[in-house]
């Protein structure tokens, strides 16, 4: 049984910057891969980032060269820096794994002010 648990979001004006966290119950230095994904009001969860094990990490189109994800093993601790925020990047944002089965995290939620 895995717990993750968000935190970081708020209200933002559009331009400002946005650091959240995931917090996991177990260690994730096991753990390959780990994920963020948001969900806009009516519109499907979409994947945003992804960091290995190893430390590699993926984008979505939207957000390459604005936001940038991390972990910290030692921590058990994901990040996801969010620089250069839009409007369109409100959402509720999520932390996801797969460790044996998926695991998701309750959101935080993320405005961003126009």
């Known amino acids: 049984q895995v717990q993750l648990v968000e935190s970081g979001g708020g209200l933002v004006q559009a331009g400002g910057s946005l650091r959240l966290s995931c917090a996991a119950s177990?260690?994730?230095?096991?753990?390959?891969?780990m994920y963020w994904y948001r969900q806009a009001p009516g519109k499907q969860r979409e994947l945003v980032a992804a960091?290995?094990?190893?430390?590699?990490?993926n984008y979505a189109d939207a957000v390459k060269g604005r936001f940038t994800i991390s972990r910290d093993n030692a921590k058990n601790t994901v990040y996801l820096q969010m620089n250069s925020l839009k409007p369109e990047d409100t959402a509720v944002y999520y932390c996801?794994?797969?460790?044996?089965?998926?695991?998701w995290g309750k959101g935080t939620q993320v405005t961003v002010s126009s």
């Open positions: 960091v290995t094990r190893g430390g590699s990490t």
């Open positions: 996801n794994t797969n460790y044996f089965r998926p695991y």
């Open positions: 177990i260690s994730i230095f096991s753990i390959d891969d």
